[in-house]
């Protein structure tokens, strides 16, 4: 039985001499805990360069819902926008995770059209247990139309869809042997995840990196061995989750039981500003990590 938005992806055509270059803005430094850069892009070089992209706009005029084409378009449309990258923070993941974000996909400005966000090792997992690293994405305003797809090493899921439905219209296909309201389960997580990422760029900029500084990588012995390396865009460098301490009873009679950790929920807040309070902008208040203590009486 096939399942939705599921494709297992499959070698496509050889990479030419020069491809990291052609499809890639800069070199970025590793991060640790994170999959390699260049191995992504690698992956987004082998559907660039086995696609064309005006063949893939007709076979998806006649196979809306197909994942092939769904894939083959978003990655093609990365490559050709050479790889932009952010690097999500753990901590601010788990925050994202933790608040309550209903996110209408047409309120979204999409400051940032195309590119993917690299997510931290083994965090988020496909209903396979493996790791999705990446989640990428292309926003076509032209047509109204939203792509994403993720890989979790072999398989890929993705979706496509109109962004003046709200999400009310999905289209995606079955092409796997999974169960499939498991990975229709799956897929709108996997949404939850990227459209949380997009809002929070748009209303906290300043957890948005916009520059990188050069650094100086040397990889043999000598000066002819070193090469110029970037260091990552970060969606929320620097975050830590807030947490709060109950009051100990140690030593006091307080008589009230103990508090197990427990998250408070985040959640957005439509907030007035500007002249008589006219304007309004999305606030996040942040999700909070209450830790477990004994409350005093």
Same mark, same amino acid.
């Given at each position: ?94 925050a994202l995770m933790q608040s309550n974000l209903d996110v209408e996909v047409d309120d979204l400005q999409w400051a940032m059209k195309t590119g993917f966000f690299m997510l931290p ?48 219209? =999905?289209?995606?296909?079955?092409? +796997? $042997? *999974? ?6 389960? #799956?897929?709108?997580? %996997? ?29 043999? =012995?000598?000066?002819?061995?070193? +090469? $110029? *390396? ?6 929320? #460098?620097?975050?830590? %989750? ?31 500003y500007g002249e008589g309070r006219q304007q309004r902008k999305l606030v996040w208040i942040e999700p909070v990590l209450v830790m477990g203590g004994k409350e005093l009486s």
């Amino acid at each position: 039985m096939a399942s939705p938005g599921v494709l297992k992806a499959q070698r496509m055509s050889k990479k030419p001499r020069g491809w990291f270059n052609e499809i890639v803005i800069r070199p970025v430094v590793h991060v640790d805990g994170y999959e390699s850069y260049e191995k992504i892009c690698g992956i987004v070089a082998e559907f660039y360069y086995s696609s064309e992209e005006q063949n893939l706009l007709r076979q998806l005029r006649t196979n809306p819902k197909d994942s092939r084409y769904i894939t083959l378009y978003t990655l093609f449309k990365v490559g050709q926008a050479k790889c932009p990258a952010y690097w999500v923070n753990n901590d601010l993941l788990s925050a994202l995770m933790q608040s309550n974000l209903d996110v209408e996909v047409d309120d979204l400005q999409w400051a940032m059209k195309t590119g993917f966000f690299m997510l931290p090792k083994g965090v988020v997992l496909s209903p396979e247990k493996r790791s999705i690293d990446t989640i990428f994405w292309h926003c076509d305003t032209s047509d109204d139309l939203l792509y994403w797809a993720a890989i979790d090493r072999d398989t890929v899921f993705c979706r496509r869809l109109k962004i003046s439905d709200n999400f009310k219209k =999905f289209t995606y296909t079955d092409t +796997q $042997d *999974f169960n499939s309201q498991v990975v229709t389960d #799956f897929n709108q997580y %996997l949404q939850s995840i990227f459209l949380r990422l997009i809002l929070i760029m748009e209303c906290r900029p300043e957890l948005v990196d916009t520059t990188s500084e050069l650094v100086r990588v040397n990889r043999g =012995f000598g000066k002819a061995q070193a +090469q $110029d *390396f970037y260091q990552p865009l970060w969606l929320g #460098f620097g975050y830590r %989750l807030k947490r709060e301490g109950t009051q100990s009873s140690e030593g006091s009679s307080g008589t009230h039981g103990s508090k197990s950790v427990h998250w408070r929920r985040g959640f957005l807040r439509n907030q007035p500003y500007g002249e008589g309070r006219q304007q309004r902008k999305l606030v996040w208040i942040e999700p909070v990590l209450v830790m477990g203590g004994k409350e005093l009486s």
